[in-house]
């Protein structure tokens, strides 16, 4: 089992950066792949940006890229999530997740692990 915690979520005008944070315990996190997930009110789940396990892959949603990083610190057994020009739509509760093969990210109904979610506000 791998247990995660988001944080860093918060209220951010539209324009402005903002950068969640995940801690993960249980197993040795530098084996997963892990990665952000977001959920508009009234819209189903969506994917964001994964990271693999080593941090040398990304991949990001097509409407993320250039405005999100994602990156991660095995040593600290977290994963960030910056994101910058940030926008009302963006709006969102944002789930950390992980799972132990990066692949299962192209099938989000396949990542094994989710986090409670922390709510991003962005305000026009």
């Known amino acids: 089992q791998v247990q995660l915690v988001e944080s860093g979520g918060g209220l951010v005008q539209a324009g402005g950066s903002l950068r969640l944070s995940c801690s993960a315990s249980?197993?040795?996190?530098?084996?997963?792949?892990m990665g952000w997930f977001r959920q508009a009110p009234g819209k189903e789940r969506e994917f964001v940006a994964a990271?693999?396990?080593?941090?040398?892959?990304?991949y990001y949603a097509d409407s993320m890229k250039g405005r999100f990083t994602i990156s991660r610190d095995n040593a600290k057994n977290t994963v960030y999530l910056q994101m910058n020009s940030l926008k009302p739509e963006d709006t969102a509760v944002y789930y950390c997740?992980?799972?132990?093969?990066?692949?299962?990210?192209?099938?989000?109904?396949?990542?094994?692990?989710w986090g409670e979610g922390t709510l991003v506000t962005v305000s026009s």
């Open positions: 990271i693999s396990g080593s941090g040398g892959i990304t």
């Open positions: 997740t992980a799972d132990p093969s990066f692949n299962n990210y192209y099938y989000p109904w396949r990542v094994n692990y």
């Open positions: 249980g197993r040795t996190v530098s084996n997963y792949a």
